[in-house]
């Protein structure tokens, strides 16, 4: 059994541990080597820890738990970018445990999001995802969720990787 329940900072070093195995797995070969190579569990749960203690935090955080800790997290808030009216609320991540990919976790997580968001005042979700990561994006398309025309670019360790924008309305 599953439960989808709001993170606590008791469940910070096994977030950041998917969070870092997450995107060690899903990332080769489309973020540079070193970057993952570099991103240790320590310096994410640092991260994390002061985000899980910041008064003013506007994201929300939600862990997939079995009854022996997380397997899943996900986040997600206010849309922090431009060029979307108002409204409009993002899922700032969503990583699975590499060793429970494909058993419902990741579908799981995000209908609770999207469950949590309308109530919260969204009325549809955006997300970013790296144009080459064709997994993410089947799995959000198979959710409901449309490339929007949106582009932006991040960079890794001195490598741009452009983003795409998903957006799906909720109501």
Do not use: H
């Amino acid at each position: 059994m599953m439960d989808v329940r709001d993170m606590t900072e008791a469940d910070v070093d096994a977030v950041s541990g998917i969070r870092v195995r997450g995107w060690q797995a899903a990332y080769v070969g489309l973020v540079p080597q070193a970057y993952l190579d570099g991103m240790t569990v320590e310096d994410d749960a640092r991260l994390r820890r002061a985000r899980c203690t910041d008064p003013g935090a506007t994201a929300c955080d939600l862990v997939a738990d079995d009854g022996n800790g997380p397997l899943g997290w996900a986040s997600y808030g206010p849309y922090r970018g431009e060029g979307v009216p108002g409204g409009v609320g993002e899922l700032y991540a969503l990583y699975v445990r590499p060793d429970v990919i494909g058993q419902g976790v990741g579908r799981t997580l995000l209908a609770a999001v999207q469950q949590r968001a309308v109530p919260a005042g969204f009325g549809s979700l955006a997300l970013w995802v790296l144009r080459d990561n064709t997994r993410a994006r089947r799995f959000y398309e198979a959710a409901g969720y449309t490339a929007d025309g949106g582009e932006q670019s991040d960079d890794y360790d001195g490598v741009a990787l452009t983003e795409v924008r998903y957006r799906r309305p909720l109501k």
